[in-house]
Structure formats: C-alpha cells, structure tokens
C-alpha cells in the first residue's frame, strides 16, 4: 500500500506544479478563476446558462466544460455565445490542472475578466485536485437532502461559497435547508450560502454581485503585489 | 505515467481477487448480492427504507452501507431492525471488495437471502470495482436529468438494472424520462428500467418481484452447478 501512497503522492504533486502554473497565467491576464463542482444533476450547466447572460460588462465570462464523455455541456454554453472550451476526460471522475492547461490554449485570456470551471459532477474525488483556480464554488441540489456535508466533508471544507440550487422544489421536499447550512458551517465555518433556482432565476444576481465584489478584491490586492 | 498504470492495474487486480473471494463465500451461503450506486442524494438509503419491510419471507434481507463518512445511512437501516453494517471509508470515493471482506464477517450470512451493498454515493468510480455481488443496480433520480447514461457510461454500462427515482416530482421538471431510458439503453441495451418514488411507493414492489424471481433463478442455476 505504501507504494501505492507514494505514487499518488507523485501524481498530486505533478498536479499542484500544473495548477500553480495554470494560477500564474491566469492571474497575469487578470481573469478570475472559479471551479464550480458538485454531484451529477445539480444544475452547475443550468446554474451557468441563467448567470452568465447577466454578467455584468466588466465581468466578460468564459467556460471550461469538464465532462467524462460528450461535449454536451460545452454546446449549451456555445449557445449563448459565451467562449467555451469541452474538456472530455475519457474516464477519469475529476478535471486536472494538466487538462486546463491545454484548455487554456484554447481561449483568448486577455477577453475575459471571469473564468468558469466546472468540474466533472463527483462529489468526491475534484476535492483532491487544484486546477489553479481563485475560488472554489460548490452546487448542492435541494433534492440531495440536508447530510451531504457531513457525507462529504473534504468537499465541502475546500469550498469558498456553496450554492444550494433548486430551491423551486423545496414545496414538493421534506428537505431542512437550515440543517444543510448548519451541517456545511460544521465542516467550513462562515461559508457563503446562496439559494438558487434556475427555473425562476432566485438568488442567481446576488451570487453574480458576490463574485463581481469578489473579484474587484481580488483585482485590487494583484495590483499592489 | 506507465508506473501509475501498472500501479492501478495492481490494485484492481487485487480488488478482483478479493471480490472472487467475497462471491464463492456468499454463493456458499446462498446469499444473492445487489450492489446499489448512484449520485450522492439520489435515494438509495430511502429506496431501501422503503423496500425492506416488504421483501417477502423467502427474502431475508441484509445491509452493507458505505459512505465516506458518518453512520447515518447504517442508523436508519437498523431502526428497520435489519441487520446492517457500515463501512466509513475515510476518504475513498468507492467500496472495495477487501472492505466488503471485513463487512462480511460481522454478518450472520446464514440468516440472510439477500445482501444489499449501497455503495458511496458517485456516478463514477464504483464501476470499476467488483465487491463479490451477483448484479448490480443503479439509482439515478429525475432531477438529475435525462442525459446522465451518456455522460457516466461505464457505471450504466456494467448494471443490470436501472432504477429511476423520485418519480412523484415529474410534474415539477422539464426532465425527459423516455429520452434518459433510451440513452440508457443505448449504452446498455435491454437494460431493465424501473421508476419509483420512495415518496407514494411507486414501483417499490415490481422491483422486489424482480429480485425475488432473479434470485429465484440464481438459485437454481446454483443448484446445478
């Protein structure tokens, strides 16, 4: 077992090397990077469609699509016109900062001011790997029930805001969404919760006016370094 | 990368060992086997919540329950008064058949018709991995959306069944059940499908008809050899 430790230990260290050259490049084009991840059906495509048209103009957007197999996501996010690249993984359950990298080739750096990266829907395994990214943003289905952080904590721990989305559903769910809050606040204290719906477009300005807060902090603070 | 390969190649090995191990053991005991996976929060605990206290005599049932972290999954199957073990893996994204192992011994398989092994909750990762079980069964919900079988082949491809959850939410969603069935299919053709809801019961009992008359011809297939 001990080699097989080793060589996992080689593998994240490889990918922390990818990852913070991915952070240099990005950070030198001033784009804002966010990795959005989360179980399979959460609504992270759905949450991006209903966000990104109401970006405002000093927050250009674009998309890194993370999918196991087909391009799907990627022609969703085409359709609005937003720059996307499709990364398909081709088994592997999570994206690698190496796979962003070659992504990154792919856009026009110096376009944008925000880059979305969703992750494969896994909500294990991504927790592992940095991709080189500002902040990390976790989407939490209303239908995957209130133990999820506690089920899953290493995600959870990592994440710098957690969306809770599909809140249209809770009148048809036995859900607690306090206890979901309270339980992800147990494992990462003082995390951002916002409330999302993509059906009626609920809480999706104020998590757009966060990350707009976000990254003008963020901008400023590279500027004195 | 080779190393990493032949690295993986060797755990897998050893876990298809284990999981030849864990079946001979079960076969001997005349234990029929079903692996449960899915996303996180797709309703494999409530599916079982609502299946156990109606499997008939000849289907005494057991439990396995995997999760990263926490019992509550193994707390909910006890207050049923079924006999249950949880597995934590601290960390791991899947069950493996060593684990399975070790649950195993604290099981009185005598006493038992059918074991249920409800893995981690991921979409992924668990397909690689053989526990020693006869078949396997998927749970996928409506809200996950219909294209789920042609983003995560492989945990479709390597099922026997497909269990469509959380049916009395439909009128809520814009999902498309026949289209997430024919992907299915197209993945895995003639792939059994059944739709439920843990919610009315729905559909509950056509699936323990079609455990128990699968578990009938194992039985005798067994018999034979």
């Not at 001033?30 to 949450?47: E, H, I, N, R």
């Not at 992750?119 to 991504?126: D, E, K, S, T």
């Not at 059906?199 to 757009?208: D, L, P, S």
């Amino acid at each position: 077992m001990l080699e097989t430790i080793r060589i996992e230990q080689k593998i994240l260290g490889q990918n922390e090397e990818y990852a913070a050259r991915n952070r240099r490049r990005l950070d030198e084009a001033g784009v804002f990077t966010v990795v959005l991840s989360g179980s399979p059906g959460g609504g992270k495509t759905s949450l991006l469609e209903r966000a990104l048209p109401l970006m405002p103009p000093d927050l250009r957007p674009g998309v890194v699509e993370g999918d196991i197999e087909t391009a799907l996501d990627g022609k969703r996010i085409a359709a609005l016109g937003v720059p996307v690249t499709q990364v398909v993984t081709g088994g592997t359950c999570h994206l690698e900062a190496g796979m962003i990298e070659k992504a990154l080739d792919h856009l026009d750096l110096q376009a944008l001011d925000v880059l979305f990266l969703e992750n494969v829907g896994n909500l294990v395994c991504p927790a592992a790997y940095a991709l080189g990214e500002s902040i990390r943003v976790i989407v939490l289905s209303t239908t995957e029930g209130e133990d999820k952080p506690l089920k899953y904590p290493a995600m959870f721990r990592k994440a710098d805001a957690l969306i809770i989305n599909k809140v249209d559903l809770l009148p048809y769910l036995s859900v607690d969404l306090a206890a979901a809050e309270a339980y992800a606040r147990q494992v990462k204290p003082d995390l951002p919760v916002f409330r999302t719906s993509c059906v009626t477009g609920e809480g999706i300005e104020e998590w757009i006016a966060w990350l707009s807060e976000l990254r003008q902090s963020w901008k400023q603070a590279s500027s004195r370094t």
